[in-house]
């Protein structure tokens, strides 16, 4: 808290001129509030970073899509989180970065699968066990959750 604090206020100073750092800031601050309980506080905390989400360089806007797409479905709003996943998903796709487009369909098929959309879900999860360079947590993650939709589908 003591840094994250102090980083803030450095930003604040000249937030012009450190507009990524802001809006990442914005994202830590707000996925830190999310997980402490104060859901109301994680969204107010999260506007001005999604607005200004088109200022950032693609890598940046990738990260804080991300983390504000974790904040909404920590907080229950599946479609503004799927939003955002899905447009940090596309962007890491373009930039090349395979770490956060694994970790974007991870996330969105986790709530496809919440929305009851199986078959979204099952190929977001298919896609991770293809993909070579997938964690072993992803892997994991993505058999539990073949499993769960095949108990679903009564496969």
Partial sequence: EPLLAQ?????????????AW?????????????????????LATAQPAIEALSA????????IGMNLGAVYAVAGQLA?????????????YAIGNPWVTRAAQELRGQLWLEQGELDRAAAAFQSL??????????????TFSLAVISYEQND
């Fill in 129 to 142: 066990l293809a993909d070579a360079e997938s964690s072993p947590s992803q892997r994991l993650s993505a």
């Fill in 80 to 92: 503004p989180a799927l939003h955002l996943l899905s447009d940090a998903y596309a962007s890491a």
């Fill in 22 to 42: 802001y809006g990442q800031l914005a994202a830590i601050r707000s996925y830190r509030q999310a997980v402490q309980g104060d859901v109301a506080g994680a």
């Fill in 7 to 19: 980083a803030e206020a450095t930003a604040a100073i000249a937030p012009a001129e450190l507009p």
């Fill in 56 to 63: 950032y360089d693609p890598l940046m806007r990738t990260v």
